[in-house]
């Protein structure tokens, strides 16, 4: 009987090489920017490679932590393949991670080895080296396999074999919010699990296609990657620069696109602009999406078909070839996603999904998908996920894709797992009578007023987020008569605003204007206590540079109020 998938990561290539043999495994763009593909053959015999490279050439022994610094590209899944089959735990580092960052994760985690994307890579780990007593070699990952002295392929095959599930696959540092990342050390049963509840919920197969430009350092584009491979599907790498995936997305043709909100919510922003610069545009467009919507919901009146089909070939079809023309299988995590955009992208025939999870629960605690869907919620449990509410109206889940715990910090991990096993996710969320999951905001950013009052901050800042001209809203109001709010720009919305309106970007108050209804929109969906009562548009957004976003692009709200202090005040002074 064949097997449904391997018993570790470690045979991944193995399976898949013998399964899919010449069926395209990866695609990605060549030194001359051509898309050029690897077979499953090919994708074995290089990850062979490879590993022999790291237990011959560098001495990694099973259970060495083995690191990668590197943007998304081929490579990365080469090298993490290639660890696992050396019975190596492997070691994700962020590209964006500052020099502190890198040197917590390398020392906290015990690196022996790092692989660089490239030399400027390899001298900032050089440059934090010092303080490196288990690290010995630092390698550039296209120099990999050429590392002298390879094992033989007998000893490579023989630690695959001798990886077991329970072993060690990876430690996965959180980004967090506040104080230095944590190790979350998950095992091969912990991905196994997760890949086993989702395998039949996202159907793929040979000749489909899933585009990858989210950071392989973040276990959602990993399970992507293993996914795919267990598919026998091809995985296609973005070009290397976030400023080209819209264009190559049509391009690369993909049926299956992971994705963060903002990439989906763009392209809603982009049409809508298009739309707004004609006269009338704004009312077509409305009402061509309000006809897709019953159109995707089955609910498509006799009398609204002939308006559906010239939508369909003014707007809907044009969307779709944005995205390849093939798409039928979009998902979407670590941050809400605005309603209107999932409305306009249904309306077009394009599905996106939902999902809720965290590194600590192996990536995946529920998913929409097309089986069950219900938009407004991040899907139902998955299987083998137990999902609660807590008495202060905590998340906790339970089941075998949840990890062991964090690496080297005792504390830490009896504060997240309980002893009954209870993952406490620290987000607020609530079941629905079909068991849907709603997640409602984060337990630690709760505000509660000078007068008492508790506010759940995310409703109010995604409320504000909504308008396509703010980039971020932060809510500010601990221990305050009232809350105010830090917003920021979206620099592109901006311009083309003013572009298509005559106004000068630079014009504070009309822009002002623009935020204001932003705030009065917000503030007319929300509680009373809860409404924005002034706010400051600050001169810079924030980046990851600046320290207040984390390398997945969360914000980090001590960092916030500690960086425009002066602005918060003022703004309670002004009364």
């Given at each position: 009987?064949?097997?449904?998938?391997?018993?570790?990561?470690?045979?991944?290539?193995?399976?898949?090489?013998?399964?899919?043999?010449?069926?395209?495994?990866?695609?990605?763009?060549?030194?001359?920017?051509?898309?050029?593909?690897?077979?499953?053959?090919?994708?074995?015999?290089?990850?062979?490679?490879?590993?022999?490279?790291?237990?011959?050439?560098?001495?990694?022994?099973?259970?060495?932590?083995?690191?990668?610094?590197?943007?998304?590209?081929?490579?990365?899944?080469?090298?993490?393949?290639?660890?696992?089959?050396?019975?190596?735990?492997?070691?994700?580092?962020?590209?964006?991670?500052?020099?502190?960052?890198?040197?917590?994760?390398?020392?906290?985690?015990?690196?022996?080895?790092?692989?660089?994307?490239?030399?400027?890579?390899?001298?900032?780990?050089?440059?934090?080296?010092?303080?490196?007593?288990?690290?010995?070699?630092?390698?550039?990952?296209?120099?990999?396999?050429?590392?002298?002295?390879?094992?033989?392929?007998?000893?490579?095959?023989?630690?695959?074999?001798?990886?077991?599930?329970?072993?060690?696959?990876?430690?996965?540092?959180t980004s967090g919010t506040t104080g230095p990342p944590k190790g979350c050390l998950l095992t091969h049963a912990n991905i196994a699990a997760v890949l086993d509840a989702n395998l039949d919920l996202i159907e793929g197969g040979p000749g489909d296609r899933t585009y990858l430009y989210l950071p392989l350092a973040h276990l959602l584009a990993q399970l992507i990657e293993f996914t795919?491979?267990?598919?026998?599907?091809?995985?296609?790498?973005?070009?290397?620069?976030?400023?080209?995936?819209?264009?190559?997305?049509?391009?690369?043709?993909?049926?299956?696109?992971?994705?963060?909100?903002?990439?989906?919510?763009?392209?809603?922003?982009?049409?809508?602009?298009?739309?707004?610069?004609?006269?009338?545009?704004?009312?077509?467009?409305?009402?061509?999406?309000?006809?897709?919507?019953?159109?995707?919901?089955?609910?498509?009146?006799?009398?609204?078909?002939?308006?559906?089909?010239?939508?369909?070939?003014?707007?809907?079809?044009?969307?779709?070839?944005?995205?390849?023309?093939?798409?039928?299988?979009?998902?979407?995590?670590?941050?809400?996603?605005?309603?209107?955009?999932?409305?306009?992208?249904?309306?077009?025939g394009i599905a996106v999904f939902e999902g809720y999870g965290m590194t600590e629960s192996g990536g995946v605690i529920s998913l929409n998908h097309p089986g069950a869907v219900r938009y407004g919620t991040v899907g139902r449990p998955i299987a083998g996920c137990e999902v609660r509410i807590g008495e202060d109206g905590e998340v906790l889940a339970r089941g075998p894709m949840v990890?062991?715990?964090?690496?080297?910090?005792?504390?830490?991990?009896?504060?997240?797992?309980?002893?009954?096993?209870?993952?406490?996710?620290?987000?607020?969320?609530?079941?629905?009578?079909?068991?849907?999951?709603?997640?409602?905001?984060?337990?630690?950013?709760?505000?509660?007023?000078?007068?008492?009052?508790?506010?759940?901050?995310?409703?109010?800042?995604?409320?504000?987020?909504?308008?396509?001209?703010?980039?971020?809203?932060?809510?500010?109001?601990?221990?305050?008569?009232?809350?105010?709010?830090?917003?920021?720009?979206?620099?592109?919305?901006?311009?083309?605003?003013?572009?298509?309106t005559g106004h000068d970007p630079a014009d504070r108050d009309a822009v002002r204007t623009l935020v204001q209804e932003a705030v009065d929109t917000a503030n007319a969906q929300v509680s009373r206590p809860a409404r924005i009562r002034a706010f400051a548009v600050l001169e810079e957004d924030f980046t990851v540079d600046s320290g207040v976003l984390t390398p997945t692009l969360k914000?980090?709200?001590?960092?916030?109020?500690?960086?425009?202090?002066?602005?918060?005040?003022?703004?309670?002074?002004?009364?």
């Amino acid at each position: 009987m064949t097997r449904r998938r391997p018993d570790t990561l470690a045979e991944f290539t193995e399976w898949a090489g013998e399964r899919y043999a010449d069926h395209p495994a990866l695609r990605f763009k060549g030194p001359t920017g051509d898309w050029e593909s690897v077979s499953y053959t090919e994708l074995r015999d290089v990850v062979r490679e490879t590993g022999r490279a790291l237990i011959g050439g560098l001495g990694v022994a099973p259970g060495d932590r083995v690191a990668i610094l590197s943007e998304t590209r081929p490579e990365w899944t080469y090298a993490h393949f290639a660890a696992f089959a050396a019975g190596a735990v492997v070691v994700p580092v962020y590209p964006t991670a500052g020099d502190e960052e890198l040197a917590w994760v390398l020392g906290d985690s015990g690196a022996s080895v790092v692989i660089c994307e490239n030399a400027a890579r390899a001298a900032r780990v050089e440059g934090v080296r010092a303080g490196l007593p288990a690290l010995r070699h630092v390698v550039l990952i296209d120099a990999l396999r050429a590392v002298p002295a390879p094992a033989p392929l007998a000893e490579l095959l023989d630690r695959c074999a001798a990886v077991c599930a329970d072993d060690p696959a990876e430690i996965v540092y959180t980004s967090g919010t506040t104080g230095p990342p944590k190790g979350c050390l998950l095992t091969h049963a912990n991905i196994a699990a997760v890949l086993d509840a989702n395998l039949d919920l996202i159907e793929g197969g040979p000749g489909d296609r899933t585009y990858l430009y989210l950071p392989l350092a973040h276990l959602l584009a990993q399970l992507i990657e293993f996914t795919t491979v267990l598919h026998g599907s091809e995985l296609c790498y973005f070009g290397g620069r976030i400023e080209d995936v819209v264009s190559e997305l049509a391009e690369a043709r993909p049926t299956h696109l992971p994705s963060v909100p903002r990439l989906f919510e763009k392209i809603h922003s982009v049409v809508l602009s298009l739309a707004e610069s004609q006269e009338g545009g704004r009312e077509r467009f409305t009402e061509a999406v309000r006809i897709g919507v019953l159109a995707a919901d089955g609910q498509l009146p006799e009398e609204l078909k002939g308006a559906y089909e010239e939508a369909d070939q003014r707007l809907y079809s044009l969307v779709r070839a944005a995205f390849g023309g093939r798409l039928r299988w979009a998902l979407t995590g670590a941050a809400p996603i605005a309603p209107q955009t999932l409305d306009f992208l249904r309306a077009c025939g394009i599905a996106v999904f939902e999902g809720y999870g965290m590194t600590e629960s192996g990536g995946v605690i529920s998913l929409n998908h097309p089986g069950a869907v219900r938009y407004g919620t991040v899907g139902r449990p998955i299987a083998g996920c137990e999902v609660r509410i807590g008495e202060d109206g905590e998340v906790l889940a339970r089941g075998p894709m949840v990890f062991p715990g964090y690496y080297g910090n005792e504390q830490a991990t009896r504060e997240t797992l309980d002893a009954d096993g209870w993952l406490h996710t620290g987000d607020l969320g609530a079941l629905d009578e079909d068991g849907y999951l709603s997640i409602t905001g984060r337990k630690k950013d709760l505000i509660i007023t000078s007068s008492g009052k508790n506010l759940t901050p995310s409703q109010v800042e995604l409320a504000v987020q909504q308008s396509r001209f703010v980039s971020h809203a932060v809510l500010v109001g601990d221990r305050r008569p009232y809350p105010v709010a830090l917003i920021t720009l979206d620099a592109d919305e901006v311009t083309g605003w003013a572009t298509r309106t005559g106004h000068d970007p630079a014009d504070r108050d009309a822009v002002r204007t623009l935020v204001q209804e932003a705030v009065d929109t917000a503030n007319a969906q929300v509680s009373r206590p809860a409404r924005i009562r002034a706010f400051a548009v600050l001169e810079e957004d924030f980046t990851v540079d600046s320290g207040v976003l984390t390398p997945t692009l969360k914000v980090r709200r001590k960092a916030v109020t500690e960086r425009y202090a002066g602005v918060i005040e003022a703004l309670y002074a002004d009364g």
